[in-house]
């Protein structure tokens, strides 16, 4: 199971690749599925055939309680920054104990200026606006404020049966010869929810 988590910790965590170029992230509803392949329906744009790893994973985004985020905790968090510098969550992903993978603070793909801050949660305040975490990782120290009705999210093994006809995905891609697409796992959001990253 230890090794299964750590899977999950290194696909959502792949924004680090995603910069240079060499992933992508997928996100839309499944139009169709075989053993081996989806369809994915994007937002914007035509439809997108991946092609599957035979071992490839389903990983459920399933919704959290603030208090989930503690000192100590290790967290992903899509933000923008504002003009006093301090980063505003736009969602926030809660791993299992132990699991410390791809931290750092690099560019997103969510929405324009999006980062996302991978790191180690120091000091928790709880206000009316929301939570401010100081968020460490080497190199940094980051201040994010937490607004209330923010997804916060923890990650879990799914089952493939989760994946199908319009389900919305996100799928962390890896662009192969004449863009083509292939991938190892594919997230899914606890009672077919989009995931929020």
Do not use: C
Not at 52 to 66: E, F
Not at 73 to 87: A, H, K, L, Q, Y
């Amino acid at each position: 199971m230890k090794h299964s988590i750590l899977g999950l910790a290194i696909v959502i965590l792949a924004g680090g690749a995603a910069a240079q170029g060499v992933h992508d992230h997928l996100r839309g509803k499944v139009v169709s599925l075989t053993a081996d392949s989806l369809i994915v329906q994007p937002r914007h744009g035509k439809a997108l055939g991946v092609k599957l790893a035979p071992d490839w994973a389903v990983v459920v985004m399933k919704p959290v309680a603030a208090d989930a985020i503690q000192p100590g905790s290790f967290i992903g968090t899509t933000e923008i920054e504002r003009p006093d510098g301090v980063g505003h969550s736009l969602e926030v992903h809660v791993f299992p104990p132990g699991v410390k993978i791809g931290e750092g603070h690099y560019p997103w793909d969510l929405k324009p200026r999006s980062m996302m801050t991978n790191g180690t949660v120091g000091k928790v305040v709880a206000g009316s606006k929301g939570r401010m975490l100081e968020v460490a990782y080497p190199g940094g120290v980051r201040r994010i404020l937490v607004p209330p009705g923010v997804p916060i999210v923890a990650t879990a093994p799914g089952d493939r049966a989760m994946v199908k006809r319009g389900v919305a995905v996100f799928i962390p891609t890896t662009a192969g010869p004449g863009g083509s697409l292939t991938a190892n796992r594919v997230l899914v959001g606890e009672g077919g929810a989009p995931p929020p990253m």
